[in-house]
């Protein structure tokens, strides 16, 4: 599991949400664009979504102090969905 940093605030995801989630947001910025992302995540224990507006802010994916055993539902699909966006740009 993996923590974005945004404006002060931790959102846990996974590996591959969070890495597709950077590389998107550089991708962006390279091209003076922005975007929103859906994706699963993790808010006080339990499953959630999360809506980040990417390509105007500081980033930043850190490696999370937890670990999740269960299958964070969604996330395969928002990965793939995020990582198609970042390479339609490239």
């Not at 959102?11 to 950077?22: F, Y």
């Not at 664009?33 to 980040?52: A, K, N, Q, W, Y």
């Amino acid at each position: 599991m993996k923590d974005i940093l945004i404006d002060g605030h931790r959102i846990l995801t996974t590996d591959e949400v969070a890495d597709a989630v950077i590389d998107y947001a550089r991708v962006l910025q390279d091209h003076g664009r922005s975007d929103v992302v859906h994706f699963p995540s993790i808010h006080d224990g339990e499953l959630s979504r999360c809506s980040m507006l990417l390509g105007s802010g500081l980033l930043a994916v850190v490696e999370a102090p937890v670990a999740i055993s269960a299958t964070v539902l969604g996330a395969d699909r928002a990965c793939a969905e995020i990582v198609r966006r970042a390479d339609a740009l490239r």
